[in-house]
C-alpha cells in the first residue's frame, strides 16, 4: 500500500495556469482534423497535458481547456458522470436569449480557492470533431451546458473574472457561510 501512494504522489500532472498569464487571453488555433489522429506533436501534446490533469489525485476537474495547460490550441475535455470526453475546434450555440439565462456559482481551475456568479444559457449546441476527427453535434442542456459553455469561453481568450456578476466573487472559504447576508448586487 505504502508503495501505490508514493506511486500516486509521484504521478505529475501539467501545471495549470492561473488567471493573469497571458496563454489565457489570447483567441485559440483551431486544430487541422488530421493533428487530431497524430501520436505526436502540439495537439497530442497538449491532449496529454489535459489528461494528467485530470488524472491527477490533485485535481478535482470537471472541464479544461488547452490554454490552461499552457497550449494555444481549440479543444477542451469534460467528465460530468461521462466518460473524459474531448472536443477540437468546438462552435457553441447558446438556445436561449441572454436575458433567460441561468445566474449560478461557478469556479474555474485557472482561479483556485475561488467562485463567482456567472450567467450562462442552460441549453447550447455544440458541433465539434471528436478524437476520432469525425464531426460531431448534440445539445447539452444543464450543468454540462455550463461547463461546456466556460472551457469555450477559454478558447476566445474570455476568463471567468471577465464573466462574473460584479461583486459576487468569494473564496471557498465562505461558501455556504454569508449566503443569509443582503447582497449589494443583483444577479437574479
Known amino acids: 500500500m505504502d508503495r501505490l501512494l ?8 501539467a501545471p495549470v495556469l492561473r488567471q493573469g498569464h497571458p496563454i489565457l487571453r ?17 495537439t497530442h501534446a497538449a491532449v496529454q497535458a489535459m489528461r494528467s490533469v485530470f488524472s491527477s489525485p490533485y485535481h478535482s476537474v470537471i472541464g479544461l481547456s488547452a490554454p490552461q495547460v499552457g ?7 469534460y467528465r460530468n458522470n461521462t466518460p473524459l470526453t474531448f472536443l477540437f475546434n ?15 456559482y ?10 463567482c456568479i456567472v450567467r ?3 441549453r447550447v449546441r455544440v458541433t465539434a470533431l471528436d478524437t476520432d476527427a ?25 476568463t471567468l473574472a471577465d464573466r462574473m456578476v460584479e461583486k459576487t466573487l468569494r473564496h471557498d472559504q465562505y461558501i ?7 447582497s449589494s448586487s443583483t444577479h437574479r
Not at 6 to 13: N, P, S, T
Not at 29 to 42: E, T
Not at 91 to 101: D, G, I, M, N, R
Not at 106 to 115: F, G, V
Open 176 to 182: 455556504d457561510v454569508f449566503e443569509n447576508y443582503p
Open 71 to 77: 497550449h494555444s490550441l481549440s479543444i477542451i475535455a
Open 6 to 13: 508514493y506511486l500516486i504522489r509521484m504521478k505529475k500532472a
Open 26 to 42: 489570447v483567441p485559440t488555433q483551431k486544430v487541422d482534423p488530421k493533428d487530431i489522429l497524430a501520436s505526436s506533436g502540439p
Open 106 to 115: 461557478e469556479s474555474c481551475e485557472s482561479l483556485p480557492h475561488y467562485n
Open 134 to 158: 469525425n464531426e460531431v453535434s448534440f445539445e447539452a442542456s444543464g450543468f454540462l451546458a455550463r461547463v461546456i459553455h466556460h472551457e469555450c469561453d477559454h478558447l476566445e481568450g474570455v
Open 120 to 122: 450562462r444559457p442552460d
Open 90 to 104: 468546438p462552435v457553441l450555440t447558446p438556445l436561449q436569449p441572454q436575458s433567460k439565462w441561468a445566474a449560478q
